[in-house]
């Protein structure tokens, strides 16, 4: 039997039953809240996992152990609701636990739209398996046949006498059986969990103050750091000079790590107002030369420079007929910060050669590798605890800031919270990258699109981070531009890669909140070049897509697309096809002048199989708004070198009194399940450009509009 086919089921020392969905082993030691957890060394063995482990006590108890980071997109109740589902346990009495890094759990990032739609199969396996092997105990103790017994909130029961026995009752004959290869999966018509709103688990802790966010953790005799950087991404300091600090009241020491100077105090605040009063000399290199307005020149520049070819199908541009008119538009996008509510922190205790980290991370094994080698210590002697995040957006993903909790309390040999200001946050960032767009396009006598001609110029994330250069083809700039959903004649996508000191990351989409603004509002701008409406020219020129088709059609009967509206007044459209989701969305704006007001958003998602609506529509809600806020005002500039912006002053978000009404229609589907996160970003900005030029007869394709 392959391994990936079974579960291994090991018994607590205190009577009970652990369920590690596909994984031979179950982590030992104990979780971020100080369960333990007793098991099999996962060192000695082979593991594989699907991030989601069971445990059934003695009592009855049914814990679900998420391994995916909770940031408020609602893995901490979708996941566990897919393994309740097939194990049929009463959703109301479970325990929920965050597990800490582990190789046994596979993949624990958190990121890509990938937690419910990677893991749904595997979890539904966990569940029923566990569910089959209780039902097999019941059946030994009461010595009747298997198909006799059905099972139902936490009980298994006999169909024909009526009786019954809790999970609790059958732990200790259920860890003894031998597990079976293959299970009956739930026919999803048989789901009384799954596919229903449901209350998150999050949410009661978050609303009475009891839920562990990283800024919240507290170890007894814990110092309290803050960091001075250099502001040129990269470089370190000459010298500096701490006597004013060390006059703050409540400063007790201070640390040189890797580049930088810790100030390690009594309270955070204490810590904020010495690390004002640290003089450095910085070092300074080529970096300083740089701004945006240098980075802008020199990206136009190469709009008309040789470039490598991405993808090329069907005619050339050269061979396009000369009678057939050949239109072009320009887009740029801005460097963006993550912003999350909540700034970076981290707590670190090193303690008799090992070192334990609570981190608010999406990424808890990359803590915990990047701790191990930055501090020479085996991995196993580094543990990280996962705590609720105030957002991450895909800023998370970096271990930069564990690192510098890691190795001052490394240093100063004491508990250390480190914590960032706002704007250590914002200047200190890693960033969207910009991008520059320039679009050729052409209109056959029919209607069909002749040409559609891309060339991308951005910087490549993976290859900074990775320290290659790759190029355009294997870089990632092209994202969600080399497919797209509409039939050409002439298909030709290039792109150009640049590099540059500034710090990259992936931010929330990645370079789908780029290349599809450029792409659908150009796509709009073929239609009105064709005389034809946008949304009756998308849906002519669509590839053979009943799904897109759909929610395309839909988003447009919400909207009461083609009705009259006021002077000053249109609506726009705009689709996306991506983490096997689909999307439309329809925003209503009013443009007086310079001002632009968004009155209404619609969006309709495909996401096949839902497992909770809520989260569902909770994340297309704040996917619109989050997109919104880029597309309206989030702009990072450089001046020598450095970022310009400091706070939400002057890096802002969307205001409550500027938000649209928001109306999110999901499709009832039982295909395979999608992503949702990041699938509401990438229609929003094109929607809201076709929108003003509908109202104002003005093309918007520079980001930010009021920027």
Not at 86 to 107: H, M, N, R, T, Y
Not at 430 to 449: C, E, K, M, T
Not at 467 to 479: H, L, T, V
Not at 589 to 617: M, Q, Y
């Amino acid at each position: 039997m392959k391994r990936r086919d079974f579960i291994k089921i090991v018994s607590l020392s205190g009577g009970g039953l652990i369920l590690a969905g596909f994984v031979p082993s179950v982590f030992a030691g104990n979780d971020s809240n100080g369960n333990n957890f007793q098991g099999d060394d996962p060192d000695k063995k082979g593991v594989f996992a699907p991030g989601v482990f069971v445990r059934i006590d003695s009592t009855g108890l049914v814990t679900i152990i998420v391994a995916k980071s909770e940031m408020g997109q609602g893995v901490y109740t979708a996941l566990p609701m897919i393994v309740a589902e097939e194990l049929d346990v009463d959703w109301e009495k479970i325990v929920i636990q965050q597990a800490p890094a582990g190789k046994e759990f596979g993949s624990q990032t958190t990121g890509g739209s990938t937690s419910v739609r990677f893991s749904f199969d595997n979890l539904r396996k966990a569940g029923a398996t566990a569910r089959m092997m209780l039902i097999s105990a019941a059946a030994l103790v009461w010595k009747t046949e298997g198909s006799n017994l059905y099972t139902e909130n936490g009980f298994v029961i006999d169909r024909i006498s009526g009786k019954k026995l809790s999970y609790g009752e059958l732990v200790d004959t259920a860890s003894g059986l031998p597990v079976p290869s293959d299970v009956k999966l739930k026919d999803p018509k048989d789901y009384k969990l799954i596919g229903k709103k449901t209350h998150r688990k999050d949410t009661p802790p978050k609303i009475y103050g009891t839920a562990l966010f990283g800024i919240d953790v507290k170890l007894p005799g814990m110092l309290y750091a803050a960091v001075k950087r250099n502001p040129l991404a990269g470089l370190g300091f000459n010298s500096y000079d701490f006597a004013d600090a060390m006059k703050v009241n409540g400063v007790v020491d201070f640390a040189e790590i890797s580049g930088k100077i810790a100030v390690i105090a009594k309270s955070t605040w204490q810590a904020f107002k010495a690390a004002e009063k640290i003089a450095v000399d910085w070092q300074k290199g080529p970096a300083n030369e740089m701004s945006t307005q240098k980075l802008r020149e020199f990206c136009i520049s190469k709009l008309d420079e040789p470039m490598e070819v991405i993808k090329s199908e069907g005619k050339s541009r050269s061979e396009i007929d000369k009678n057939l008119k050949m239109i072009q538009a320009d887009f740029e996008l801005p460097y963006l910060a993550h912003a999350p509510i909540e700034p970076m922190n981290c707590t670190a205790e090193f303690k008799d050669g090992k070192m334990e980290i609570w981190a608010p991370t999406q990424n808890p094994q990359g803590v915990r590798k990047s701790v191990a080698q930055l501090l020479k210590l085996s991995e196993d002697d580094v543990r990280v605890n996962v705590t609720f995040m105030g957002g991450g957006f895909g800023r998370r993903l970096a271990s930069d800031f564990a690192l510098e909790a890691a190795e001052i309390s490394y240093k100063i040999k004491k508990p250390v919270k480190v914590t960032w200001t706002r704007e250590d946050d914002m200047r200190h960032g890693i960033y969207r990258p910009f991008s520059f767009h320039r679009l050729r396009g052409a209109v056959n006598n029919d209607g069909g699109i002749e040409f559609f001609g891309h060339h991308v110029i951005s910087s490549s994330i993976w290859g900074q981070q990775s320290g290659n250069n790759p190029s355009p083809k294997d870089a990632g700039i092209a994202e969600g531009t080399t497919e797209i959903p509409y039939k050409t004649a002439g298909f030709h996508i290039e792109g150009t890669t640049v590099r540059n000191h500034v710090p990259l990351a992936y931010w929330r989409s990645v370079f789908h909140s780029q290349n599809p603004f450029a792409v659908e509002s150009f796509i709009d701008e073929l239609a009105h070049s064709a005389g034809a409406d946008p949304l009756e020219f998308r849906i002519k020129n669509l590839h053979n897509n009943p799904r897109l088709l759909h929610v395309i059609k839909r988003a447009a009967e919400l909207s009461d697309w083609g009705s009259k509206r006021p002077d000053g007044t249109g609506v726009g459209i705009a689709v996306f096809e991506g983490y096997d989701s689909y999307c439309a969305e329809v925003a209503e704006v009013t443009a007086a002048g310079a001002r632009i007001k968004v009155n209404k958003f619609w969006g309709v998602i495909d996401c096949g199989l839902v497992v909770n609506p809520d989260t569902v529509e909770a994340q297309m809600e704040g996917a619109i708004i989050f997109a919104l806020t880029a597309a309206l005002k989030g702009k990072i500039t450089f001046s020598n070198g450095t970022v310009d912006q400091s706070n939400y002053d002057d890096y802002p978000v969307l205001s409550y009194d500027e938000c649209p009404a928001i109306q999110i229609e999901i499709v009832s589907s039982s295909e395979k399940v999608g992503g949702v996160g990041e699938v509401g970003i990438a229609a929003c900005a094109p929607a809201l450009c076709n929108a003003v030029f509908a109202a104002s007869g003005k093309r918007m394709r520079v980001l930010p509009l009021n920027g």
